[in-house]
């Protein structure tokens, strides 16, 4: 999610601009949270793993004052996100050095994404990004009662050491704009939370996510993403075995490119909270985000 970038047109606003690194975290993270991008449990951590090249942070006089994601999926795309300026230190052209970073490390990509806040796209599309589809993100007061479903369907609802590592890795290479086996397997691998995957007799996965603790302005909650289904049913039976094991405030973000995800979200109970847009840099992917029901992240798409 980019929210507050301090963009401006200012050059060498001086400091040093430097990959972020293990010590880092707790101060990108507290900035997160303040900005209400609620991080989950462990994710700038798998930031930092799936590309040791793109993540930085700014200092000044030995001060963290920024940060910014420019992460290399593969050499067809990237992704661009985690932006932040420390508000004190906004409108003086820290946030543009950040930027500039990032889009250097990423300039050979034939396509590179990022999430806007509304006030932010007139400022991407001058850098020649193009909007895509919004992505709301939706919010549910999860009680931990299980629902009882019947499904009829021949599908198993897995977790823990039974998860097939390689169906899960196939199926969202079929359904994300890029494979991201490193990524994936750092998240799904994360202690925190739960992973749920639904097989069939073959082993064959038709839909998996996760739900992870995560730091709200005040207090504590959960996220769920990735979470992607063949269908608005099976999403909907995977939503409903993570909502009944975590009870509590509970996040989600989903892509406006699925058609069927708002419709469920209001189906259970969910309610929006804010929105930004998916744009895109270059030639936009050719695969489309209709099975998927919740992003991983919006930091990185």
Partial sequence: MIENDGHDCSRGAGGLIRPLAPQDIPQVVAWARAEGFCPGDGDVACFRDTDRQGLWVKELNQQLIGCIAGVRYNASYGFIGLFLVAPE????????????????????????????????????????????????????????????????????LVQGQRLPQRAVQAYDAQRE??????????????????????IDRQGECHGFGRIR???????????????????PALAERLLLGMLARHPGVVLIDVPGANPHGGPLMVQLGFQPLSSVLRMYRGEPPSVGLGDVYGLACLELG
């Fill in 89 to 156: 230190m906004r409108g003086r052209g820290h946030g543009l050095d950040l930027w500039r970073t990032a889009m250097d490390h990423l300039a050979a990509l034939p396509c590179i994404g990022l999430e806007a806040a509304p006030e932010r796209v007139e400022d991407y599309s001058r850098w020649g990004f193009r909007a895509a589809s919004p992505t709301q993100r939706w919010q549910a007061l999860a009680t931990g009662d299980e629902r009882p479903i019947d499904p009829h369907d021949g599908l198993e």
């Fill in 177 to 198: 704009p890029s494979p991201r086996p490193h990524f994936l397997a750092d998240w799904l691998g994360q202690r925190a939370g739960t992973v749920l995957v639904l």
């Fill in 213 to 231: 603790p995560c730091l709200l302005r005040q207090g504590y909650g959960w996220r769920i993403g990735p979470l992607l289904a063949d269908s």
